[in-house]
């Protein structure tokens, strides 16, 4: 086993839950706490106009209606239970939208709460905006509302508190788990809680939820799963008796086996383990192959090969994650075969396995030769995710193969392909590729209303960008067809195209160009005003031309910074240094008043921040 594969893919720390994905792990139905590389994607196909120049534009400053807190003080303090609720609910809102200076709110938000006749609405909504303001030394008030306001009001508390560290629910969490009566709802709160906890001391009556076939089918696998996390060892046994009550045991037994043993090591827990990743129900031998790769991946491997051409996408994942964990030449070589699996997790995992031993020196040279291989099949699927690997390697002989990939039938693979001869910048696949976007153009011309319309601009919108970082001049005259506005072409391959013009154009104010870019920049007063996408990089190659005669425009448009369309602003700004060489500053950053809110005041004096 390679010294890296221990932790190769370890990419998410575990952390203890904070209050929003303790919330969302209630609400979701919960998430398993072993590390997990299922949902890596370190491939983004990206758009480097954006990029060059990269504009900041600085945000607006928000400004809140004068005396607008006073009021809602006062709204606070009223008897009305509606009044109450709305004023709670704007000082959470204002605090998310930047108001400062709400902790004056917080005596009058617990006192709402603790009122003997609070109505149910309002009480609510002066918890939520007392974890909103992040108040912790209303702790005790809010605890003395969980459980005794209903479920609603528990699901909003708990997670706070759990987030605040405050001991006294932990216990409460135990001692749901020994009452006889405890509800449902609450008795899984409390499971999720103790394992996010890794409350040990909860095993044994975890055990007993776990195998009491009277419980729930749900509460009886939160407890396996919440086992699977805090106990390491002491129930293989217990697991090979819930899978020998009958001949194979109930589906749910065998689950609840599985997810028990989700730490634990040994011998007896590997037969047991062993017995279960065998299982002819998928969701069974994942959760038993998972953990047999943890405990020791070689234990797993007879087991993965079996899995790898079952139906089920999740099982032929864990088995692939199998593969990656003790490869040798020919596993990587099957890991190359899912890259035209049917389901796109599992070979967007095996593209991202494959790039991770890639760095490997044992592996590095038959990596790339495997997806060099797969560009020259006839599968689609694959020689996208070849393309996105071999890219991402910056493997440069692929450049030649990836050309033929850019007029593929599905459109996926031509982006990818497309983004990665970008990525590879090699100088001699550039006539391919232009031939490749002529004819991908003259698709569209023919067929106005073809399918696929979105992934075609993609695609151009990539070309044009290695046409423009490459400067590759021949392509001028197929980046002017994309200036003007029409049907045929969408947003972005248009204001890519006229970005890269502004690279082949440095410092050339060519005079058809430049008007041609001018009247895209000023085009705001059309039944369908010209897109500020457009508008803003036609700006950016004006400014990279030099062309003085567009200076009044930019002038003109260089106000936008301060009113809607401030990407605009900034960017003619950029474009008028460029031209004139002064320091013009960025527009004015304007301020922006929250409206909107339940109670304003009337008078329109001076914005508080």
């Given amino acids: 086993m390679l010294e890296k594969d221990s932790n190769m893919f370890s990419r998410f720390v575990l952390r203890p839950l904070s209050a929003v994905s303790f919330a969302l792990w209630v609400s979701a139905g919960g998430v398993q706490l072993a590390w997990s590389d299922e949902n ?45 609720r709305q004023a709670a609910e704007a000082f959470a809102k204002a605090h998310l939208a930047g108001m400062q200076g709400l902790s004056e709110a917080v005596p009058l938000l617990e ?17 939520r905006t007392l974890i909103a303001l992040d108040a912790r030394d209303a702790a005790p008030t809010l605890f003395g509302h969980v459980e005794s306001d209903g479920l609603t009001m528990t699901l909003v508390v708990e997670p706070a508190l759990f987030e605040w560290s405050h001991a006294p629910l932990h216990d409460v969490w135990r001692k749901r788990l020994s009452a006889a ?24 009556r975890l055990t007993e939820l776990a195998i009491d076939p009277k419980r729930s089918t749900r509460v009886r696998i939160e407890a396996a799963r919440a086992l699977g996390h805090v106990s390491e060892q002491g129930l293989a046994e217990t697991a090979a008796t819930l899978i020998a009550k009958t001949s194979s045991g109930s589906l749910t037994d065998r689950i609840i086996a599985a997810e028990m043993l989700g730490s634990h090591w040994g011998e007896a827990a590997q037969q047991v383990l062993s017995t279960l990743a065998a299982d002819k129900e998928p969701v069974v031998a994942a959760i038993a192959l998972g953990t047999l790769r943890k405990i020791d991946a ?3 491997l007879p087991f993965a090969e079996q899995a790898l051409s079952h139906s089920d996408a999740k099982l032929r994942q864990q088995a692939a994650r199998v593969y990656a964990k003790v490869p040798n030449p020919d596993r990587v070589r099957v890991l190359s075969t899912l890259l035209d699996d049917r389901s796109p997790r599992v070979r967007t995992y095996a593209r991202d396995a494959l790039f991770e031993l890639a760095a490997f020196e044992e592996y590095g040279t038959l990596v790339r030769e495997l997806a060099m291989q797969i560009l020259s099949a006839n599968q689609g699927r694959a020689q996208e995710q070849a393309s996105l690997l071999l890219g991402e390697l910056d493997h440069k002989p692929a450049a030649m193969s990836l050309v033929p990939l850019l007029e593929h039938k599905r459109l996926e693979t031509a982006i990818a392909a ?44 990539q070309l044009c960008q290695a046409f423009g970082a490459m400067k590759y001049e021949p392509a001028d005259e197929f980046l002017r067809k994309y200036v003007p506005r029409g049907k045929l072409f969408r947003t972005e391959s248009r204001a890519t195209a006229i970005w890269a013009l502004g690279l082949l154009h440095v410092d050339d104010p060519e005079p058809e160009l430049v008007e041609a870019l001018i009247a895209r920049l000023k085009d705001v007063e059309s039944t369908v005003p010209e897109e500020p996408r457009v508008r803003r ?21 260089y106000g936008e910074g301060v009113h809607t369309l401030r990407d605009v602003g900034y960017t003619c700004a950029w474009a008028l240094r460029r031209i004139t060489g002064e320091d013009v500053p960025n527009p004015r950053t304007p301020d922006e008043v929250q409206r909107g809110w339940f109670l304003e005041p009337l008078d329109e004096t001076d914005g508080d921040q």
């Fill in 418 to 461: 497309a983004w990665a001869v970008k990525k590879l910048a090699v100088q001699e696949a550039l006539p391919g590729m232009l031939r490749a976007a002529e004819h991908q153009t003259a698709k569209l011309r023919g067929t106005p209303s073809m399918p696929g319309r979105r992934q075609l601009d993609q695609e151009m919108s």
């Fill in 298 to 300: 070689e234990l797993a």
């Fill in 111 to 127: 006192a709402t709460l603790q009122a003997t006749d609070a109505h149910p609405n309002a009480a609510l909504a002066a918890a």
């Fill in 537 to 557: 990089m036609s700006a950016i190659s004006l400014g990279r031309m030099k062309a003085t005669s567009a200076v009044r425009q930019l002038e003109r448009f």
């Fill in 40 to 84: 890596v994607q370190p491939f983004r196909i990206d758009n480097v106009s954006y990029e060059s120049p990269l504009i900041e534009v600085t945000p607006k400053n928000r400004v809140f209606p004068p005396r607008a807190k006073e009021l809602w003080l006062e709204a606070l303090a009223r008897p009305e239970a509606d009044l109450k």
């Fill in 181 to 204: 009566e405890t509800p449902r709802e609450l008795l899984v709160i409390a499971i999720r809680g103790l394992r996010a906890l890794n409350d040990t001391s909860s095993v044994n």
